[in-house]
């Protein structure tokens, strides 16, 4: 492709600027964007969107849209829109320091949903009509057909049931990855869905491209601009602990017969810990690796390079730079072993739970009895979002949470007595790990759980007011099958210590500085 | 069949009595036993056991086995088992008051998990060897294969993973419900799995009969009982009430195009709302409706004999005893419009999705922000379990939870600001109803859920101790995305009159008189 990507004759009147698209787009819409995780996500008509309520805003207008997305997209995206107030309604996982300090004061709505969810509640009308997409692709084929980008998320969805279709070409976009995506078209409403017929992760069940009605196609801005493409970090201390407590559990399990010898599909979140354990593996003895997940960060394209790793199925790139540079160079040997699925069944819990995936997620915090906090700070908060966690951690094969055992430079425990928010249930977390150690919860007892956590997960400086918690809710809850305190359970949270390092974990949170842990 | 019904010669030299039959089993092993809310379970060998263990602790002997069933099962084994002291571990669900009892006094270990777990982590080998098997049929045929009772659960997994297995054949059961069931030899481990070829709740995609190696049969006994069959209350004001929100708010779907005129396959929990709803279908518009559920009850049987309903695919019978005397009348009639399946089918999370299910489950309390708990009372003892209301709940098309608006005579109410125990949380939850109306949660954010929820389905009496607790966290919470007040949010449940009255249900929990509201 050279020039234009837009090789559809008839669509090339569509093309327009950044404006005049955004211009476009109603006020009180719904508005499907793409974007997972920094990757794929349109880069000009969201900025020029804000631009134009901005300039509304000023003259007295109201103007505020919805926006769907994949996940979390870029400060282009979620961030241009919420810094003018122009989002009442945001789903499903978002990361940006605008968003969520203006979701964290009440100022605008948020739907937290797990990924798997999001389209099937589109089609089943859940959410309303969606009236308008914003979909960024890599080109348009002479026949109308679209290049899929370098995320997938919800985009198919959203063409498919939007009213009306704004495209977003980006010629920076690498044209060989042409080729690389799988769009599965098999879908249907209840009562007429069908098997997936997807059994391991290499398969493909659908199609290279998008269909697309020409007809909906109300604009196209060709764009020339990278994804957000965040630097890559060397795992620290903490992350190395961690993927070595993970790495040994999953040598034990080969050993005791229970898992093969080249594992089951691995999921992973992103972020510092996941890279870790990517790296781990590229060290270690398992061979013939494959990776049914969301998100393909740098260590899984190391682990396919080493050849450590025969296939990856994702949903979205979030690549550093020198990742993206190395995945352009060889993007032939990639596409051959790479493939990028719609996130409803990248996360489907039928395929997750069919191919026996190995899911490791971050989360916020864990309690005694392995309830776990994905979403919160304080209960109140909101940090990003749910992600796919919940259709990894439920239908996996084996399922990890992991978390450093303190945040705040020690100030906070990871580890509670009670989580103030759950989002995955003590029927769904089977290992818990952290620098400390790793917790392996199947088959045991709320009260044998309590034991192990306390002993394997937590800090030692928090390690003897969690048991005397657990002690004395022994002997002084009125049930003994999960002993709690109701009037003490928050007692961690609310210590002068913790309160004080709390507020400042929503103090960074609003200025856009915390850390994000879970997984998009 | 008349006389025996061990048609296999060989196997009729293994005939013996419940006593003979319990001595067979070991101290300290893991036995799985048939069993499913209180229909199909072993009815002499529990009992003989339970003498066994008796006899040998009022000698100074240490006697205590696991049990493992499908659900809950009766007085002659949870009950007789627990009164012994005889349980050591139990999963995964039960309501037995004596188990219950034991459990919340810390004598008794219980793992609470998602019914839909159970058969795949056995096979996955993370609750250790299961030793002995001990299973009711309704008969051995010539080749040794086994007619399949009034429940089927995990049998299918119990005969293939036990050691040794011992049968019960009870000749009470309707021989002519031979052919009614639907046993899957289809499944594997990863990473073998493949599609489970189910679409259409009425599909037979296995065999009537477990397959059965006659070396591990190490004892037959003959027994001649019926299951405990509780009578049927006919539906109260209340369970009226809750029917009617709902099924006007499926009316209510149809019309708006989101459900097809007969609807979806509907999961029902057990108790006396699932009969009022039951009842409401069979006065109501809907006609052909299908079930795809855990448990049928005689209200489902009504649905089938008055044609409102054209089939129903469950894993267990729960009926009183005027419905075990109608399905036995008609069973030629039933045995063309149901299927028995074993629970890791009747409760897949790939086909719960697939079919696009409507659940309806009951629980102990829902929070404003719409997270349920359906298992603990005070975050610490526990009332039955999660049963199958997560597979459900999470997999299906639209789910409801319902309960009263209020427990013990009005002195607890059943929303308050925050669930002392999560099992489903806000990702989870869409329909919330109780007597006073329905809380439609779909789409909505933390506080658009908290004003329905407030204002549709809390009882007045509370109403207004909600909505100041609501608005008075909307202005201290430290985030205002699900505002909330840590050191207040379990005061519902602390102030006094609640602590008289949990007190008072933790007393009739002990005493086995708590009505039982979450479903099997």
Known sequence: MTGSRVLNRALRSKIMSASEAAALIPAGSNVGMSGF???????????????????LHADGFDFKISVWTGASTAPELDGALAAVDGIEMRLPYQSDPACRARINAGQMDYIDIHLSHVAQFVWFGFFGKLDVAVVEVAGIL????????????????????????????????NPAMEGMHDIYYGTALPPHRKPIPLVTPSDRIGEPYFRCDPSKIIGIVETHAYDRNSAFTPPDETSRLIAGHIL????HEVKKGRMPENLLPLQSGVGNTANAVMAGLEQGQFENLTAYTEVLQDGMLHLLKRGKMNFASATAFSLSPEAVDDFNRDVDFYRERVVLRPQEISNHPEVIRRLGVIAMNGMIEADIYGNVNSTHIRGSSIMNGIGGSGDFARNAYLSFFMTPSTAKNGQ????????????????DVQVIVTEQGLADLRGLTPKQRAKVIIQNCSHPSYRAAL??????????????????MLNE???FIQSWKAEKAAMEVEKAIHSGLAATKVPA
Not at 43 to 49: D, Q, T
Not at 412 to 427: N, Q
Not at 467 to 484: F, I, K, N, V
């Open 412 to 427: 906070l425990s990871c580890i509670v007595p009670m989580v103030s928010h759950v989002d995955h249930t003590e029927h």
């Open 489 to 491: 359970a928050f007692s």
């Open 248 to 251: 040994e559990f999953l040598a």
């Open 37 to 55: 995780t920094g990757s794929g996500y349109p880069k000009e008509v969201p900025a020029a969107l804000a631009e134009r309520i901005n300039a």
């Open 142 to 173: 002479e026949d109308g057909r679209l290049v899929p980008a370098t995320s997938i998320g919800n985009n198919k969805t959203w063409l498919d049931q939007a009213d009306k279709i704004i495209l977003e070409v980006n010629n920076r976009i």
């Open 467 to 484: 048991q005397a918690y657990y002690e004395r809710a022994l002997r002084e809850s009125p049930g003994r099958h999960t002993p709690h």
